[in-house]
Structures are given as C-alpha cells and as structure tokens.
C-alpha cells in the first residue's frame, strides 16, 4: 500500500538532505529516500520524546524541524546503513552486518526489556531498534532476531541448526558469534551429515529399524540432508504422534521412495477440535523437530478491512514460504478465512476473493515442498472446495484427552521437577480426563505456584489436588472467576 509523504518531495531537512518518497510508514513515524540513495527517518515529537525519555536515544541525536504547524524530529541515514522496519528487513549480506543488528538488538534490550520490537524500526546508525509501541503484545525476543536474520522467515534464535540450515552462507562460529552479541545461549552446533558412499547406501528398512530404536538416520532428499534422532514424539497424543510419522516423517524420510510412486511431498493436513486440546502445541513440536522455516497465517498477522488486502498478504505469505522450502505454513484459525461463501454476508464478495487465493497457493505450495498444517475450531464452517481431497488430505479431530493420554503428559510435566512420594499421576489422569490439555499444564504449573509460595522445596500430592479444586473446566458454564466490587 503507497504511504503519502508528510512533507513535499524536495523539502530540505535539517541535516541538508532533500526529501523523497516516502517507503514506509505508520501513525507516528515514516521513512523517506533522500538523493544519493538515502534514507531519513521522520517522527513526531511525541514519539521522539517517548525514545529519548526512555533512554533510547539522545536528544542531540534527532534533529527537530517544523513544517507548518506540525513538529518533526528527524535522523538521516546514509546509503551503506541499514533504515528499515524490524520486520520487513531482508537478510543480511555480510557477517558483520549481522552482527551490527544483533548488537543493536542487545542494546536496545540492556535499556528497554519489555517494549515490542517486531513493529519497531531498526536504525543502524544509532544502533538501535526503536519500539513504536503498536502492537498490543509482543513477539518472542528470539523470533524478532531469527525473523531478520532470514529475511521474513519466523525462526527462532534459539533453533541453532534450523537458523544454520537457512543462512548456510555463514559458518557456524560466525552464526554462534552473531547469536550470542543479541543475547541468546547456543547450546548446539549442526551434525556434521555423513557424506560416504556407505551412509548414502543405507536401505529403507535399515534407516525404519534405525528410526525406531532411537538412533540417527538421514533422509534422502534432493540435497537437502537433514539427520533425525529417532521418530517423532508428541507427549500426550500417540494417535497423533503416529499420524505425523507415517503421513509426514516417514514420506521426508524415504523421498526417493514414495516419489518413485508419484507421491512427492507430504499432504496438507488440518487439525480441528475444542480450544486447549493441543493442536498448536502438536504443530510447534512437529516444526521443532523437522527444522524448517515455518510461516503463519491468522488474522493478526494479515486480515486487512481494505480491499484485496488481505488476499495480497496471504500470497505474500505463500511466496515466501515456497522460497525457503522445505517450509512448514500454519494457517490457524482458518475458518477466520475460509468460511463456507454461500454464508453470505455484506462482506462475502471479498470472502470469495480470498478463499480463491487459497484454493489456487494451496496445490501450488504443496508442489514446491511447503507443509501446509491448518487448524481450525469450527470446521462446520469451513468452505466445502477446501476440503475436498486434493487440498487438504487429511482430515484429524484432536479432542479431548483421555485418562492414558492425561497421564502420558503429566508423565513428561512431572519428569523433570522435584516432586515428593504422595504424587500419584494414575489419580490425576482419572480426574482430568475428557478435559483440554491446557487444563493438564495449568494444574501442573498452578500446583508448582503453590508449593513454592507455601515453602515447600518438592511438590507434593495435596498442592496438585488443591489447584485442580479451584481450577474448573471452562468447556462447560462454569462461572468465571471475578475480582473486584460487586
């Protein structure tokens, strides 16, 4: 969408660069070209005020203007220096320009550890990434700094050898040493992939017997070697634990296999249910555990009230998922854009519009080694040709859990916290079964609250029991809990 410039093409600011088009731009602050291949940045006073009240920036370090009645404050960026918004960056080209962010990045964080920064502006001069304080909740600090350093792919810092895997261009000490400078531990470096004759040789049934006793195998793709350590594991969910490795980890792992009988790529999969059952939870593990770049689409990130708007952001969504294939694309929510368009409505036009758009990039995406896993809570709703085989193969309910999948979880929870001898899982899973898994975490995490405000060094039986009492199911109509006058 074209930004209108505040101020006439030529205008001279204070520093003596010349307004040109504007590139960027949002209430409070727009991004200028100036003659030589520059860049200015222009806010208003109230913004640039907030920057330097919290120590951001200095005073002396924004020049302020005036044009009109309106005030200005402005920083002119050179042609070699990077003026950009957090998010829409490309990739770096050098090491050292990675690195430059990632300073930036823990600098800013040293002065400011809480403002969002994936609508901020990244000001390489002033080593900075300036907050602009729109979004109402923050991206993970480790998805801010992973997401530029792709270029747009939603990987997180901390994903070492999914973060390696992408940026193959720079050596993992140069990786590691980028990666630290913004903050974060490297607990891992990338396997070294066997490259012998004999590792490539490995049969179908060995790498399965490998694959099942937990050891390390190598899928044969078409240069895009990837090591596993064992099947894929979901706690709390076997059918869908074993849905995921035979319909997705095992087509990656024999590629050559399966495409020899015309099945070429994983089939786009959509996962419906109650809230709290564990779809997302089952999706995150499955993007974990294979590595790739992920990408989503809900309605925060492109649902726009202009028109075409929102179909021109779910293909931009998809075109770049398809530029770092293999990919993972989640589309959650879906029925917030693929609702039935015989439901009508003052909107439906532009329902039909995008929905179109889907049904065109889902196939195309397939083909290009993109993952597609939607995820939706009212699957009553969802448009009929989307849901014909084709697009979406596989069709999965995650509902609630039963006593044996309650205790698997509570199982993983429990594994690694200090808990005394009255803890009796099996009792737990009775109570809790046919509840989301979302309850299984918070009664865990709840009892853990209470345990350490009581004093206690391990958890016990009598704190679990006592957060299960207070927290009811909120599946039925149970009254919420209120604090205030009344």
Request: charged share 25%.
């Amino acid at each position: 969408m074209r930004t209108e410039n505040w101020l006439p093409i030529g205008f001279e600011l204070p520093d003596g660069a010349h307004c040109g088009k504007a590139s960027r731009g949002g209430s409070d602050w727009q991004i200028v070209e100036t003659e030589g291949g520059g860049r200015a940045l222009l806010v208003n006073v109230d913004l640039a005020a907030r920057w330097i009240e919290s120590g951001l920036v200095e005073e002396q370090e924004l020049r302020a203007f005036s044009f009109g009645s309106a005030a200005f404050c402005e920083v002119s960026c050179g042609p070699g220096q990077i003026l950009a918004p957090t998010l829409d960056c490309r990739s770096p080209d050098t090491e050292s320009e990675a690195l430059a962010f990632a300073m930036a990045f823990r600098a800013t964080r040293d002065i400011d550890p809480q403002s969002p920064l994936q609508d901020g502006i990244y000001v390489e001069k002033l080593s900075r990434l300036l907050p602009t304080y729109v979004a109402a909740s923050g991206m993970d600090d480790d998805v801010v700094v992973g997401t530029w350093l792709t270029g747009g792919a939603q990987v997180s810092a901390k994903s070492f050898r999914q973060l390696r895997d992408m940026l193959s261009w720079m050596g993992p000490e140069q990786l590691r040493d980028v990666v630290t400078a913004a903050g974060f531990a490297v607990k891992e470096l990338m396997p070294t992939v066997p490259t012998s004759p004999a590792a490539n040789s490995t049969s179908g049934a060995e790498a399965s017997s490998s694959m099942a006793q937990g050891g390390t195998f190598q899928y044969a793709g078409d240069g895009l070697a990837k090591i596993f350590r064992g099947p894929f594991k979901l706690s709390g969910r076997p059918e869908l634990e074993a849905f995921f490795n035979e319909h997705v980890v095992d087509i990656i792992v024999h590629q050559k296999r399966y495409k020899a009988l015309g099945v070429g790529f994983p089939a786009a999969v959509v996962l419906h249910g109650p809230p709290g059952c564990g779809k997302t939870f089952a999706v995150e593990q499955l993007i974990e555990y294979l590595g790739w770049p992920s990408f989503q689409i809900d309605a925060s990130s492109v649902a726009s009230p202009y028109i075409h708007e929102t179909s021109k952001k779910v293909a931009e969504v998809f075109e770049k998922a398809i530029q770092n294939s293999p990919s993972v694309l989640v589309i959650d929510e879906m029925e917030a854009f693929l609702a039935d368009r015989g439901m009508g409505g003052g909107g439906s036009h532009h329902r039909v519009e995008e929905v179109a758009e889907f049904l065109r990039r889902i196939p195309e995406a397939s083909a290009n080694e993109v993952l597609i896993v939607a995820m939706t809570n009212r699957i009553d709703m969802i448009d009929s040709a989307i849901m014909r085989r084709g697009r979406f193969d596989h069709v999965i309910k995650v509902d609630y859990a039963s006593a044996e999948e309650v205790l698997a979880l509570l199982g993983k929870l429990l594994e690694t916290l200090p808990k005394d001898g009255t803890v009796d899982p099996t009792t737990l899973a009775e109570q809790l079964a046919g509840r989301p898994l979302s309850d299984v975490v918070f009664i865990v995490r709840e009892g853990s609250r209470r345990a350490a405000k009581a004093g206690a060094e391990k958890l016990g039986q009598a704190f679990l029991l006592a957060a299960m009492d207070e927290a009811c199911s909120r599946t039925g109509d149970e009254p919420a809990r209120r604090i205030g006058f009344v």
